[in-house]
């Protein structure tokens, strides 16, 4: 460790001695010095005013393991991009284009600084650092600034998001306008950061959003997620699945991934989607990225998943060829509008522009592009000319399906030309003698506005993105085993929600060249009749479907509640539509009502019968020992208990529910008070039978009648006064049976009721009290055990009433009303009433004066 400790410090004493020196033999003058090894351009030309671009002419570069004892080397770049090539050649076309147009810039030449990134993001900034400052070493004044203008105006990159950032960070404070074709990452969007970044492709807010609503629009609402482990996948999949929670969509997964993952990093990835029940893949990944897993997924044969893809790579050729195993067939995804530049195509193709590179990189580039080798020994390999032709080459290179993005890279070249355009003052010619800085050609492009001469319009919004509009791109094979990609939509979200999306009338191909749409569902839809809950500790998309419960019903598909039915209303079986209940009330159609009607005509036929009969023999002895009169009046009471049951049965009204209670009431009452009278008659008669009694002087006929319609008349004014204070009324009762609408009267006034059967009580337990009393008198015809049996009849009948009553629903508490009325009514006719019928027609012998006053005589 000391050793160490030595060494170091006789480092560090050696580097400030050599620093020492060097500030001695400056000291006579003052030097600005990029720090570090030059970066030079990889393809670059002199102009009046210098743009810059930034390409990844490789994707890769060799890993070294640093042991920090001498200068790291520059980086040794890896995996020749064509893509990247037809990118910058899309800039050349567009720069060379310009400087032969006497319409913009006339009389100044543009030129231009291409340099390799290799994929590195440090890359990236060292060289966006060197388009800005420069590499030379620049003599000043002892007191000048070491500062400068930049060295390019502005700068044409990069094609990924992460990238973009970076460089964006670095060069953003001096605003020197960073114009990118492909960074789509929605965070760039955010001015604060990145003061100086404008785009020509749509930012990946819209993107991601739209995406979400394709999967909607299929009824994919359980889906896997893999993106790009960098800004630009992590951004576009974290408002993906914001839009997608708000759509009803749920990720069962959402993977991170990296094209120099390490194997087991990826076999975990592969694991996770071999697990996984849903069948469609959301893939927010960068052509790079999707090359290299589709490579990993070939040799596990994951076939079947329907792949939903990001426009970094849903319409790159080489993405489908690198697809061996037809993985990705039958995806669908956004891309850029196709687009058309006229002569771009055959700009391209002729790669003799390129010669302008550096040697290493066009001899790489041309070996590559024709499958040869320079300078070879070898014979198996075809010797380079340098004067192949491209026409007869069919590669990545010679496919033009990036036209929209090289379309991209021309808008943006344009976009800045017209700035400088309106800076300078062009009209005719240039002011060239003006100073260009970078913040005000910012400012210019931020501003511009124009048509190209393919119709494109071209302006930047408030965040530097233009204007978002997508097609909707279906892999679809051909039977020469290629991919063809076909437009069968479009979305553009700068009209309505409702409108954004429109997929036109032609038929697409699913995974594994299926025309079925596939499913991919946690849980199947629930049908009508059914709610969804949810499965505990799952997403919002798993859930169970449950039946509605009685009186619910839903009638849409995955409905997450059901809704209750009106009151006069029930679900039908299904639960999916609300019937209206069956009005429930006793009528004469049913068997029941009409059984009760027919008992109740003949009860009142029947004492009708009986006071015809009693009329016929008034003057016989039994009928006049008797009272007749209160006999016809209590026959006539009990002819009105039968019929007033009647008026229990039919469908309640506002008359009905006041003439039942009420003419029950007085009805029983008179007829008890009757039969009150008669008891008392026969105490009273055999209380004048003892000497010197004037007791029937007191209780004779008249005072029969007046105390037979005092009592009644109680009951009357207490009938009036309910009928005043609160009124029985029709009621609907929609909660004693579920699923029926009971019609019933109501009471009004309870305490009414109750005191009218109150007092009903109170008269016939009086009256059974008294008849018990005369039940033994010594008189041959002794009518008051009669009375004790009527009054335990209908004593016993309404006590039983009371809990039969409360007890039965609906219906069946007014047929228990009823059997009681009918009952005690009976009672009452048969225990006073047939014993005399019997004596008269079956007893003759016995209906005779002698034999009915037995040793006392009553006059009456």
């Not at 029930?570 to 999916?576: G, Q």
């Amino acid at each position: 460790m000391t050793l160490s400790r030595q060494r170091w410090s006789g480092f560090q004493l050696l580097v400030l001695l050599s620093q020492a020196s060097v500030f001695a033999s400056l000291s006579e003058r003052q030097l600005c010095q990029h720090r570090g090894d030059p970066e030079n351009p990889q393809i670059f030309k002199d102009g009046d005013i210098v743009l810059g671009g930034i390409f990844s002419f490789h994707s890769s570069w060799k890993n070294r393991q640093e042991n920090y004892t001498h200068k790291p080397q520059p980086l040794e770049c890896t995996s020749l991009n064509f893509r990247e090539f037809q990118f910058a050649q899309a800039m050349l076309f567009a720069i060379e284009e310009i400087n032969n147009s006497t319409d913009i810039l006339p009389g100044v030449s543009l030129g231009y600084k291409m340099y390799d990134t290799c994929g590195s993001m440090a890359q990236s900034v060292r060289v966006a650092l060197a388009l800005a400052n420069g590499n030379e070493m620049t003599s000043v004044s002892s007191d000048g600034p070491c500062s400068r203008h930049a060295q390019v105006q502005a700068i044409m990159g990069e094609t990924s998001s992460s990238p973009s950032m970076a460089i964006a960070t670095v060069i953003g404070p001096f605003y020197v306008p960073l114009i990118s074709h492909f960074a789509t990452c929605a965070c760039l969007s955010d001015k604060t950061k990145y003061p100086s970044f404008l785009r020509t492709i749509p930012s990946d807010y819209y993107q991601s959003r739209a995406l979400a609503q394709l999967v909607k629009h299929f009824g994919w609402t359980w889906v896997g997620a893999i993106r790009t482990n960098d800004d630009y996948g992590n951004n576009g999949m974290a408002t993906f699945t914001e839009t997608a929670q708000e759509l009803g969509i749920c990720l069962e997964y959402s993977v991170p991934f990296f094209r120099t993952d390490p194997p087991d990093k990826i076999q975990k990835i592969i694991d996770i989607i071999k697990a996984s029940t849903s069948r469609v893949i959301v893939a927010f990944l960068s052509h790079m990225d999707m090359d290299v897993l589709i490579h990993e997924l070939s040799g596990h044969n994951l076939t079947g998943y329907q792949w939903v893809g990001s426009e970094s790579w849903i319409f790159d050729s080489q993405t489908a060829e690198g697809d061996k195993h037809h993985i990705l067939d039958g995806a669908i995804g956004l891309s850029i509008p196709r687009a058309h530049v006229g002569g771009m195509r055959e700009f391209i193709l002729d790669v003799k522009p390129l010669s302008s590179i550096s040697a290493d990189l066009f001899k790489e580039f041309w070996e590559m592009l024709f499958s040869c080798k320079f300078n070879t020994t070898t014979k198996t390999q075809t010797e380079c000319s340098g004067h192949e032709d491209v026409t007869n080459v069919q590669n990545s290179f010679t496919d033009m399906s990036l036209m929209p993005i090289f379309n991209n890279v021309y808008k943006a070249v344009y976009a800045a030309a017209h700035a400088l355009h309106n800076i300078l003052g062009c009209n005719g010619t240039c002011n060239r003698k003006m100073r260009l800085d970078p913040f005000t050609i910012l400012e210019h492009i931020k501003k511009i506005h124009f048509v190209t001469k393919e119709g494109d319009e071209v302006y930047f919004n408030e965040n530097g993105d233009p204007a978002a509009k997508y097609e909707i791109i279906n892999w679809q094979p051909t039977k020469s085993g290629t991919v063809e990609f076909v437009t069968i939509g479009l979305h553009d979200a700068s009209l309505p929600p409702d409108r954004r999306l429109n997929l036109l009338n032609k038929s697409l191909v699913w995974t594994e060249n299926s025309n079925l749409v596939p499913t991919s569902v946690c849980s199947e839809k629930c049908p009508v009749g059914t709610r969804k809950v949810l499965q505990k500790g799952k997403p919002v998309c798993c859930f169970d479907c449950v039946r509605c419960t009685e009186g619910e019903i839903s009638n849409t598909t995955d409905s997450v509640y059901c809704v209750r039915c009106p009151p006069e209303f029930w679900s039908n079986d299904r639960r999916d539509e609300c019937v209206k209940k069956e009005a429930e009330f006793l009528s004469y159609e049913e068997a029941m009502g009409a059984l009760l009607a027919a008992s109740s005509l003949f009860g009142s036929c029947l004492t009708a019968a009986v006071a015809l009969f009693f009329f016929r023999h008034r003057k016989t002895p039994i009928v006049r020992a008797n009272n007749s009169e209160l006999s016809f009046l209590l026959l006539f009471s009990l002819t009105l208990c039968f019929l007033c049951s009647l008026s229990f049965i039919g469908q309640p009204s506002d008359w009905s529910c006041m003439l039942r209670h009420t003419a029950f009431g007085i009805t029983f009452v008179l007829c008890i008070s009757c039969v009150l009278g008669k008891t008392m008659v026969v105490l009273m008669a055999f209380r004048a039978t003892l000497p010197g009694s004037e007791v029937m002087k007191w209780f004779g006929p008249t005072q029969q009648r007046l105390s037979v319609f005092a009592v009644t008349l109680i009951q009357v004014i207490i009938c009036i006064l309910w009928l005043t204070i609160s009124p029985p009324f029709p009621f609907k009762n929609f909660k004693q049976v579920k699923d029926k609408i009971i019609l019933e009267c109501a009471l009004g006034s309870a305490v009414g009721f109750w005191i009218v059967l109150g007092y009903i009580g109170i008269l016939a337990i009086l009256c059974f009290v008294l008849a018990f009393l005369a039940r033994k008198l010594p008189d041959n015809f002794n009518e008051a055990k009669f009375i004790t049996f009527s009054m335990l009849i209908f004593c016993t009948v309404w006590i039983t009433f009371i809990p039969a009553y409360v007890s039965s629903p609906g219906k069946f508490s007014v047929a228990v009303e009823i059997f009681a009325i009918l009952a005690s009514s009976f009672g009452l006719l048969f225990c006073i009433f047939i014993p005399k019928c019997y004596i008269i027609l079956l007893k003759p012998e016995k209906n005779t004066k002698k034999n009915m006053m037995g040793k006392a005589t009553l006059n009456y």
